[in-house]
């Protein structure tokens, strides 16, 4: 939620609506959704590739350490999926449109501010290592939030402006002025406190002649929020003279937030309000608009929601949930943040929003190529509960049960409809999911990630899930998967095996001089990657293709309770280091001797992992030109190059393998390996 042009306008008069705080010794109720927003947008990071998760990683622990040292108990609040009602969609579309415009304008080279694609994810990881205690809502979290936080008598951590009409006991924090970066010290003790500023609703109300604060949330649904934009609400407001009072100096850009608040001043109340509002309006009109501007104001009310029950005995009643059916294991584990709110989304709305990338805007949008993924996700899903009986397979064989997708097309978005797949008998009642075993819900996610079991048994188990979801990113023809792609994802996924070695509690007196060197170097490559103005939107592509496998992989994952071990986010994927190894493996600037050979452990993990792949890149896709031709003539020909060896793949684009780049030799002799195998096959 939020109010039109509200937020700015208490911020322009700071010294009238805001006291200062020093924060400490507190518990504080904090909005998830707008905390790791504002610290993936205000931190300085790399938006243009996909995400630096371990850059939001590193931020993310830093804003906790201060709270943590100031004695501040942090309790962190999600929104779920959408509201059951779907009244927000409208606005989500909005919100959609613009994000596409935004990754348009970041792909170009402008600016823009789009959330990677896996924030949330990494973010709930991140709480979960630091033992920050948080929940899920069901739906939209802000009642939930001020309920608990009048219930602890506690301040709201927020920059949604809709907490400056909710009346909360111990004031609303904005996130814009919670110094959180700048810990003091309380003078002649070692206590720390957090500078915070502190809205008063109190002094708000008495700047427009001690308004009744009952008033405020029919100023919100007037001025305009997310759930009304009523065309009728805008002939209502031009037909009134709204009173200005002192004038602004943002000009027209707070009209209607002064004009409406000094115009609802001169009420008692929200009854009499609302008659005077409905007066303006035609006769047959009046009765429609008054129930909706009343259920509207209903969302400023106390929720029925007591969070303080999950906090304090794991599990807690949501009304809104109790009625539509669905099983409690799935309630628990959208609680626990253990489901997506994309989950609840295809579940009761039958309707997701797939999330735009910085991607390039000429092809089809990145998150095809996941697709049949996602139908056996809604496949699990749509026989889950009575109120969708009318959809069982049994209803209509012909029609399977589907969801509406909001995808990307061009510049705009669009709804498609895609249909779930159907399932064996004993996989299609969501209820008793997880009573299957192990072994059959694994086998459901290898099916559908077209990948043997035998193929994992090598690697890793923390990495078993992002490489079979990489093995089925490799199959798909929406792939453009070069080979300097796969070697540049490869190593970027020795980053979170290298920070345990490096940076392990407890190993500081044990050395690791190769790990630490090559840690060092990737760093290199990361921090020179920021420096460069350009985005190579083909790279940019597909590493948003294979991002977009990855979220539905571990959806599909949670659901089946992970038959393969949830993956550490926070160090998978480093857009910037990944799109900076592409450029300096096809330019050769980078030595693989002095990268992997210094770290024998590295450079065994990732044959270990390239081995898998091979198993499933298409030969083609990067074969050099001529490798139909025997080995004695290719050997023939490296004879007689000179020291670079210059060969072009299929689609043309130039690679220079040095003999001692260590990179292109990993995977291009196992390539070679490959190819000779299954032309012998």
Request: net charge neutral; glycine share 6%; charged share 20%.
């Amino acid at each position: 939620m939020g109010i039109r042009g509200l937020m700015s306008f208490v911020e322009d008069h700071r010294n009238e609506f805001f006291t200062d705080l020093k924060l400490r010794d507190t518990k504080i109720i904090i909005d998830g959704y707008a905390l790791f927003h504002r610290l993936c947008f205000d931190s300085n990071l790399e938006l243009r590739y996909g995400g630096d998760y371990d850059s939001f990683t590193d931020v993310v622990q830093e804003f906790f350490e201060s709270l943590f040292a100031c004695n501040i108990c942090p309790y962190v609040v999600l929104d779920g999926g959408c509201d059951i009602s779907d009244k927000k969609l409208t606005t989500l579309k909005d919100r959609a449109r613009d994000k596409i415009q935004m990754a348009h304008s970041l792909s170009a080279g402008g600016g823009g501010y789009v959330c990677p694609l896996l924030i949330r994810e990494v973010f709930i990881q991140v709480l979960i290592k630091l033992r920050v205690c948080f929940v899920q809502c069901f739906s939209e979290a802000d009642r939930d939030v001020m309920t608990l936080a009048n219930h602890w008598n506690c301040p709201v951590l927020s920059s949604d402006s809709d907490f400056c009409i909710f009346d909360l006991k111990a004031g609303f924090c904005p996130l814009s002025g919670f110094q959180w970066k700048n810990v003091n010290t309380i003078k002649g003790t070692q206590n720390y406190y957090i500078p915070a500023m502190c809205f008063s609703i109190d002094a708000f109300c008495h700047h427009f002649s001690n308004m009744n604060k009952a008033l405020l949330p029919l100023f919100a649904v007037l001025c305009g929020n997310d759930h009304v934009s009523l065309p009728i609400v805008e002939k209502f407001l031009n037909k009134i003279r709204l009173p200005l009072g002192a004038t602004s100096p943002k000009g027209r850009r707070h009209h209607r937030v002064l004009g409406l608040l000094n115009w609802l001043s001169h009420f008692a109340g929200p009854t009499e309000a609302l008659d005077n509002v409905l007066k303006y309006l035609p006769k047959k009109d009046r009765e429609n608009v008054k129930d909706l501007l009343c259920s509207s104001m209903e969302e400023y009310q106390q929720s029925l929601v007591n969070l303080q029950d999950f906090f304090q005995y794991g599990a807690y009643v949501c009304p809104a949930s109790l009625n539509l059916g669905l099983p409690e294991w799935v309630l628990v584990a959208l609680t626990k943040g253990q489901l997506s709110p994309f989950i609840s989304d295809a579940l009761v709305l039958r309707r997701t929003i797939l999330q735009t990338q910085v991607e390039n805007m000429q092809q089809p949008n990145a998150h095809r190529i996941s697709q049949s993924i996602r139908q056996t996700i809604y496949g699990l899903l749509l026989n889950a509960s009575p109120h969708l009986e009318s959809m069982s397979w049994n209803a209509s064989p012909a029609q399977p049960p589907a969801v509406s997708e909001v995808e990307r097309i061009n510049k705009n978005i669009k709804t498609s409809i895609v249909h779930a797949v159907k399932l064996p008998k004993d996989h299609s009642d969501l209820s008793k999911l997880t009573e299957l075993s192990l072994d059959k819900r694994e086998m459901l996610l290898l099916e559908t990630l077209k990948v043997k079991r035998t193929i994992l048994d090598p690697i890793p188990p923390s990495l078993r899930l992002p490489i079979a979801i990489s093995c089925y990113w490799l199959q798909q023809t929406e792939a453009k998967a070069k080979l300097h792609h796969v070697q540049a994802l490869l190593l970027g996924m020795l980053m979170g095996p290298l920070h345990a070695r490096t940076d392990s509690p407890g190993k500081e007196d044990v050395r690791d001089d190769g790990a630490e060197m090559l840690c060092k170097e990737l760093h290199r490559v990361k921090a020179q990657t920021r420096l460069s103005r350009g985005v190579d939107l083909d790279t940019a592509h597909v590493f948003c293709q294979w991002q977009c496998c990855l979220q539905m992989g571990l959806y599909l994952n949670q659901l089946l309770s992970t038959p393969l071990p949830e993956p550490d986010l926070t160090r998978l994927y480093s857009g910037s280091l990944v799109h900076g190894l592409c450029r300096e493996l096809l330019a050769s600037t980078t030595s693989g001797e002095n990268l992997l050979s210094m770290c024998p452990e590295a450079k065994q993990l990732y044959e270990q992992l390239f081995s898998a792949l091979q198993s499933y890149a298409p030969p083609e896709l990067f074969l050099p030109k001529g490798k139909s031709n025997s080995k004695k003539k290719r050997q023939k020909k490296q004879g007689t190059s000179g020291p670079k060896t210059r060969v072009r793949t299929t689609s043309g684009t130039k690679c220079w393998h040095e003999r001692s780049n260590r990179f292109g030799l990993l995977l291009v002799e196992n390539l070679e390996e490959h190819i000779e195998t299954s032309e012998l096959e």
